[in-house]
């Protein structure tokens, strides 16, 4: 359990002092995959640095289990960071070691021996996937490649929580999808807490059950992911989930009722679903919004719908698009 | 006496000096340049280190007067020309070897004036380091001498050696010049016969000699510095 309270970082520059992040109150339950999501400057990465003390915040203060991190010495803080490990957009491997020798670092750091260290090192390449990689340098890896390596050398010790700093945000989608999955994985199989930053959309919804907001350095809003992105309501929600534009402007019926459909890894079919509801539940439904993409067979993203003809149908709808698997509805109230 | 380069008793006075002293000459000088470069570097490995790791921000950082004070004495020491730095250091050389002139002499002023340029290279080869990868060193709880000596210094091998090799070859020039206060080897040759007693020829083959050993110290360390370098794709 993490728990950050009055958290605010403030930087001195020639420019004055600049307030990175103001009054950030959050808990975060272990074993859940939790997302910051938040534009370029908006504090992410200052954050995240302050979780594990990268950074140490000029107010307020983070525990784990209990511990309150600020009151600890260079010393702890060591030792709890082998507990709180992280991922990087830029892998951040070290380019003169084997992939093997990699994963071995932080073993080699908190002074195992050497050929425990290298078994555990091979067990932890096949849980990502690279068994025969043990001997390759990161420079002859592929990016998703390098990022698998990363995640073993951070699940080397063992850590209770993984912080992944825009973990993906280098990589293609289809690795972003494979990495992603290979997060959850972990997270299901090994009960690891994940705390993903980011700046997409997408990898939020894939796997983050709930997720915190980020701009200008304050959280504007926080909660489930269906919640939150099927109805945001600060300004900073609203540009991320809608990133071409409002709502408000989008055309539609007058009396029109709006639902919000979020994808979260739902089978694609053969008739696509807005059609078969047309047939099979006689509800005509107006696309005014979508934004969704199918990796494999799964279909991620969210789609606004307008359905017109009252309260019944709304709800015939909502029933409909709920018995789906991995599909999250929420009728749209007004905001402004 | 310049048309008689090539002349007959020139060539055969010089043949038997390349026989009798230069083996001598290019030993001393061989000694004297590795010598002297392993301890500049014994000095000025550490003293890179702390220049990177002391400084605002660093991984351990030193108080702001220290640092003053390092780059202030690196910065006289380089300033100061070889000649006559070997000349100051006199009092200092003879605490340390005994006396002032000589070979083994020669390699204490070569050092002084050594090391602080060395300690310069390091700087350099370590400010190289993706930070980035120091902050994922301490993500994982390095300590800062662990950052040193496990991520550092090994990841910036291949500029490290690439700059050895550097001050290798400098050192070499340095050596040379050593001849002067009693330092043997072939500046020694070159200076005795080519200045003092006009053998331009011998002067002649002494300088070529010191081209070649330039030329082999650059080349094993240019090859060294690539093939130890991982992060060249394509190779084992």
Known sequence: MIEIQHLSKSFQTSDGTVEALRDISLSIADGEIYGIIGMSGAGKSTLVRCINMLERPTEGTVTIDGRDLGSLSDRELRQVRRNVTMIFQGFNLLMQRTCLKNICFPLELAGMQKDKAEQRAKELLEIVGLPDKANAYPAQLSGGQQQRIAIARALATEPKMLLCDEATSALDPNTTHSILQLIREINVRLGITVIIITHQMSVVEEVCSRVAILDDGQVMEEGPVGTVFASPRSEAARRLVFPEGELPELPGEPGERRIRVVFNGALATGTPLIARMAIERQVAANILFASTRSIGEKVYGSMLLGISGGEEKVQIAKDYLQNMKDVLVQEVTEHE | ?236
Not at chain 2, 35 to 61: D, M, N, Q, Y
Not at chain 2, 149 to 161: A, F, G, Q, W
Not at chain 2, 198 to 225: D, E, N, P, S, W
């Open chain 2, 1 to 236: 006496m310049s048309n008689g380069l090539f002349a007959s008793d020139a060539v055969a006075e010089a043949l038997q000096i390349l026989q009798t002293e230069i083996p001598l000459a290019l030993w001393e000088t061989l000694y004297v340049t590795v010598l002297a470069t392993a301890f500049a570097i014994l000095l000025g490995l550490p003293l890179g280190v702390l220049l990177v790791t002391g400084e605002k921000g660093g991984i351990r950082p030193l108080p702001r007067g220290v640092m003053h004070a390092l780059n202030i004495i690196i910065n006289l020491l380089r300033s100061v020309p070889f000649l006559i730095l070997m000349i100051l250091v006199f009092p200092l050389t003879r605490l340390i070897v005994g006396t002032s002139v000589g070979t083994v002499a020669s390699i204490v002023p070569l050092v002084i004036a050594a090391f602080p340029f060395v300690a310069r290279l390091v700087e350099g080869s370590l400010r190289e380091m993706n930070p980035n990868v120091l902050e994922a060193a301490q993500s994982m709880g390095a300590s800062p001498f662990q950052i040193v000596t496990k991520v550092m210094i090994p990841e910036s091998v291949p500029s490290l050696i690439s700059n050895a090799t550097i001050a290798i070859t400098t050192i070499l020039g340095y050596s040379a010049m050593s001849g002067i206060i009693g330092g043997g080897g072939l500046g020694k040759i070159a200076i005795n016969y080519g200045y003092y007693r006009y053998k331009y020829l011998v002067m002649l083959i002494a300088v070529v000699l010191l081209i070649v050993l330039v030329q082999i110290f650059q080349a094993v360390g240019t090859r060294l510095a690539v093939k130890l370098d991982k992060r060249l794709k394509n190779k084992t």
